[in-house]
């Protein structure tokens, strides 16, 4: 096999050169001559002459042995939290989890009226200082005491609904929160309040779950930077100099804060991995499937996912178990196998195998490549295996999936591009520009792509558990002056996806969680890989890499539980 995925270098805009940019792509003169360089530079040459003869797969669809889960398939939550009872918080991380909030409404050391105020005070605080958190985009106070008066009655009778009930969560704007407007992180297609809980947010409800509100994003997701030009770009709470990652930069960014444990992202190109890794936190993008996609934006309809960005791999787990499962009211989420919950309460790793592609591996910053290659080394010691697997074909795959991610986008938001079109920021103009560029040949081919791919990853996945990669090839980067109105930076971009974007086109799980930090204290991230279904194999080594690995409490800290 030989390693064809590629850097690519196009220019940088950010300021008057992003303006200038977006306005000459949306010229009639100018915009199909400059969109067609730029569409050029992505790459879009090796995916028109590459050879394929695959029939298309235009979404997903992965294969499991046995019955179909049902709706009444729930797993037991408190079973879920006593099995993974050595699940501990890492040492150094200065957040409290579910369990310490659950364990704290046991004892009646607070209850949560108390932490819902304290989360609402949380809230305020870290926007009214020097550098915004910048986390939330909406917060109904009425709403959150309502939902904390029912939890602390349930707590009072004796009858709570489990290890998430009165726990503060958090949504992120691209998924419906009933009473709260749904967004996309613009003001070009808000609307009023939602009637109804996404599909995974009316698990996190139906499980007691305290719902704060919706967290902030990149423009319609399109993005891997975080930023946001109309209400500003979420800061890094571990160092609000840094971006947080995007496009679920809120989400990212009020879990590390500690103003929740942990809290509903969406991943269409690495959108929960990346802020995930950019923050130190736990992110999960389960199987295709897995998590209803009800009242979720159709903004990537074959590449997008919702899952948990989480304090811990527990935490995360807990999340996920309470949003997985099978939704009437999306039909691409019934043709799944129950969830699997093997050998959780193992200490040891001995019966995994993990597969490295060493060439894509290796393709980071050095000091990304060497935090994950000492994570392996970790793991090893634990007792996992370790071969190496080939996955051909990976530059081919990243231009699908940018095809992909971005012909859907621009499909779904153009029917409100003739009202809206000036309300979008620059950076978000520039990508749906691009993505014009893009023929219905094109969009076809890359799906014929992701045959081939989701082809390669069953044999890559065969003989070994997951395959280990770093979360990103660089850390995030610092915010520069002059991106208010955001930043185009493709060959950063590019850096920052390198490990994600094959996943979102195969439809496999996939997780990203903490494994160091680079030399100017910036967390570095491993991902994980399994094969469909298994997520619980993904919890399993981002649960074994905690107990290697300390963790850092961030500049900005606004907890919401005053124990932690």
Same mark, same amino acid.
């Given at each position: 096999m030989a390693y064809d995925l590629k850097s690519v270098t196009m220019p940088r805009l950010a300021g008057r050169s992003l303006s200038l940019v977006a306005a000459l792509l949306e010229n009639g003169l100018t915009g199909r001559l400059l969109g067609g360089r730029l569409a050029a530079d992505t790459g879009i040459g090796v995916l028109r002459a590459f050879p394929v003869d695959e029939d298309p797969t235009f979404v997903p669809r992965l294969p499991f042995g046995g019955p179909a889960a049902t709706p009444a398939d729930r797993p037991d939550l408190a079973a879920l939290l006593e099995r993974t009872a050595g699940w501990t918080r890492p040492a150094g991380s200065p957040h409290a989890t579910i369990a310490e909030y659950h364990a704290a409404y046991r004892a009646g050391t607070t209850d949560p009226l108390a932490v819902a105020e304290r989360a609402l005070e949380a809230i305020a605080a870290s926007d009214r200082g020097?550098?915004?958190?910048?986390?939330?985009?909406?917060v109904n106070r009425d709403d959150v005491h309502a939902q904390a008066r029912a939890s602390a009655a349930r707590w009072a009778a004796g009858t709570p609904l489990g290890p998430l009930d009165g726990v503060p969560m958090c949504v992120k704007d691209e998924m419906d929160q009933a009473g709260h407007p749904t967004t996309l992180g613009t003001p070009a297609l808000a609307r009023g309040p939602a009637p109804d809980d996404a599909g995974?947010?009316?698990?996190?409800?139906?499980?007691?779950a305290l719902l704060l509100g919706k967290t902030n994003m990149q423009e319609i997701g399109m993005g891997v930077y975080g930023t946001n030009a109309h209400y500003g770009h979420a800061r890094n709470p571990i160092n609000p100099a840094y971006h947080t990652g995007g496009s679920s930069s809120g989400t990212a +960014?009020? =879990?590390? %804060?500690?103003?929740?444990?942990?809290?509903v992202g969406a991943d269409g190109g690495g959108s929960i991995r990346i802020p995930a890794a950019f923050c130190g936190t736990v992110g999960?993008?389960?199987?295709?499937?897995?998590?209803?996609?009800?009242?979720?934006?159709?903004?990537?309809?074959?590449?997008?996912?919702?899952?948990?960005?989480?304090?811990?791999?527990?935490?995360?787990?807990?999340?996920?178990?309470a949003m997985a499962g099978p939704d009437p009211r999306d039909p691409g989420s019934l043709l799944q196998p129950p969830l699997r919950f093997d050998a959780l309460d193992r200490d040891d790793?001995?019966?995994?195998?993990?597969?490295?592609?060493?060439p894509w591996f290796a393709h980071a910053s050095r000091e990304i490549v060497e935090a994950?290659? +000492?994570? =392996?080394? %970790?793991?090893?010691?634990?007792?996992?295996?370790?071969?190496?697997?080939?996955?051909p074909d990976l530059d081919a795959a990243r231009v699908a999936h940018v095809?992909?991610?971005?012909?859907?986008?621009?499909?779904s938001m153009r029917r409100r591009m003739g009202d809206h079109r000036a309300v979008f920021g620059p950076e978000t103009r520039i990508v749906l520009a691009i993505a014009s560029q893009f023929s219905a040949a094109d969009y076809v081919a890359a799906q014929r792509v992701r045959t081939r791919c989701m082809a390669h990853m069953a044999r890559a996945l065969d003989g070994v558990d997951a395959i280990v990669t770093p979360a990103t090839g660089v850390t995030a980067p610092l915010i520069a002056a002059g991106t208010e109105s955001g930043v185009s930076d493709v060959t950063v971009?590019?850096?920052?996806?390198?490990?994600?974007?094959?996943?979102?086109?195969?439809?496999?799980?996939?997780?990203?969680?903490p494994v160091g930090h680079a030399a100017n204290g910036m967390p570095i991230g491993l991902q994980a890989t399994a094969h469909a279904w298994r997520e619980d194999t993904c919890l399993r080594l981002a649960a074994a890499a905690e107990r290697d690995v300390p963790r850092r409490a961030g500049a900005l800290r606004f907890p919401s539980y005053a124990d932690a």
């Open positions: 020097a550098i915004p958190l910048r986390a939330f985009l909406s995974g947010v009316t698990g996190l409800r139906r499980a007691g +960014a009020a =879990v590390q %804060a500690g103003i929740v444990p942990v809290g999960l993008k389960p199987t295709f499937g897995r998590v209803s996609e009800f009242a979720a934006a159709t903004l990537c309809w074959s590449v997008g996912y919702a899952g948990p960005i989480a304090t811990t791999a527990r935490d995360a787990l807990l999340a996920f178990a790793l001995g019966d995994l195998t993990l597969g490295i592609c060493r994950c290659d +000492a994570q =392996v080394a %970790a793991f090893r010691r634990r007792g996992a295996k370790v071969r190496d697997v080939e996955i095809v992909t991610i971005t012909g859907e986008a621009l499909s971009a590019t850096e920052i996806m390198r490990f994600a974007f094959l996943t979102n086109l195969t439809g496999h799980p996939s997780i990203s969680f």
